[in-house]
């Protein structure tokens, strides 16, 4: 793509400002860089002053995340509107109902061309009936308003080849959203011993992370019972960065089960790639993912992860090469997993180079040049 596009404007539509912010700054900057007008439209929040250090023009919409609301009707009027004042010359929709509302008003405004970016798709292999007659209907139907699909993860990718898009062999594979792996490739034995001092673990203690929204698909429960069945490891802990609904339940679940002190909840943080320095294994027990970004945030820090044996998951830990699978909700192979990764530090730091050298593939530099072949597309 030719380096000054000045006379484009570029619109991201997510169900929730969030997403925009965690996900899309790299992209949105690329298109800033070659002079185009970036603008969003999604539900905001408490994060506006980050959009406007962004340069970007914000719409706010009332997007619900679940499609059964009515409301979403309002937020249907809302983007034909965003899209009748905007001439944009691409449309680039996320998040299952912010996509399919915004390719329904491109299709009523005749707004052309737009690309959707699955996350991963509510509908997959196992999942409940409900999620394929709801989400798997939206997308077979707003495929038609589709010009590209990008997919992060091969299941994905398979499925959405399926479908009849407006234009013909416009499905794409890329690696997830990209990762600065500076970021994370701290490697520093000083801070790394101040920290763990700082939450009042020594060297020898074994540190289990995950970081996630604390909600019913992350499934934090499945490391807590591994935790709790490994009653002769007393060196194991487990700390839970991440907010969320679920978030008192979890709490009360571990009081109940007398395991106040070897779960940490550590709430939000800034400061990841210090607290991945800090520990030994990331862990990530999903019942559903896209591809997930925690994971390759934990495999750039050069840690093994354990991982429920699902879509995205599996896309990135190759079992017992840089981390185990486990099965979904079986309590004794997760245990199985944390002793063996405990009990050897050897086998964590061989685990944890072989991730380094997959995720350098998923590099956000490697990304950013496949999305710009796509976008080159259609630009």
Request: with cysteine; proline share 2%; net charge positive.
């Amino acid at each position: 793509m030719s380096n000054k596009i000045n006379t484009y404007k570029i619109l991201f539509i997510a169900t929730i400002e969030s997403h925009i912010l965690n996900f899309h700054i790299p992209f949105i900057q690329y298109f800033q860089n070659k002079g185009c007008e970036v603008h969003i439209a999604t539900k905001l929040e408490n994060r506006q002053d980050e959009l406007k250090k962004l340069g970007v023009v914000y719409h706010g919409v009332d997007f619900e995340r679940s499609p059964y609301s009515f409301s979403n009707i309002k937020a249907l009027k809302q983007l034909i509107n965003i899209m009748k004042r905007n001439k944009y010359s691409l449309v680039h929709v996320h998040t299952p109902v912010g996509a399919f509302l915004g390719r329904l008003a491109a299709k009523i405004t005749n707004t052309k061309p737009v690309l959707y970016t699955a996350h991963g798709f509510h509908f997959y292999k196992g999942a409940p009936l409900k999620n394929w007659i709801i989400y798997y209907t939206m997308e077979k139907i707003a495929a038609h308003w589709t010009d590209g699909l990008i997919t992060m993860n091969e299941e994905d990718f398979n499925i959405a080849r399926k479908f009849n898009l407006r234009r013909k062999d416009a499905v794409f594979y890329v690696h997830g959203v990209g990762i600065d792996i500076n970021k994370y490739c701290v490697n520093d034995e000083e801070k790394r011993k101040k920290l763990r001092e700082e939450l009042g673990f020594s060297e020898d203690d074994i540190l289990i992370l995950t970081v996630a929204e604390i909600n019913t698909n992350k499934n934090h429960k499945q490391i807590i019972d591994a935790i709790k069945i490994l009653k002769n490891y007393t060196d194991i802990y487990y700390l839970i960065v991440g907010t969320g609904e679920k978030e008192e339940k979890l709490k009360n679940y571990v009081l109940l089960n007398n395991l106040e002190n070897r779960i940490i909840f550590l709430g939000y943080r800034r400061d990841i790639s210090e607290i991945l320095n800090a520990v030994d294994i990331f862990a990530l027990t999903s019942l559903r993912e896209g591809l997930p970004r925690a994971i390759m945030e934990a495999m750039a820090a050069g840690k093994p992860i354990i991982a429920t044996n699902v879509r995205g998951n599996r896309d990135l830990v190759r079992d017992e090469v840089n981390g185990c699978l486990v099965p979904v909700n079986n309590i004794e192979e997760t245990a199985k997993a944390v002793a063996k990764l405990a009990e050897n530090k050897m086998l964590r730091t061989k685990m944890g180079e072989e991730g380094k050298r997959i995720i350098q593939d998923y590099a956000i530099e490697r990304v950013l040049k496949e999305m710009d072949e796509i976008y080159s597309l259609y630009l």
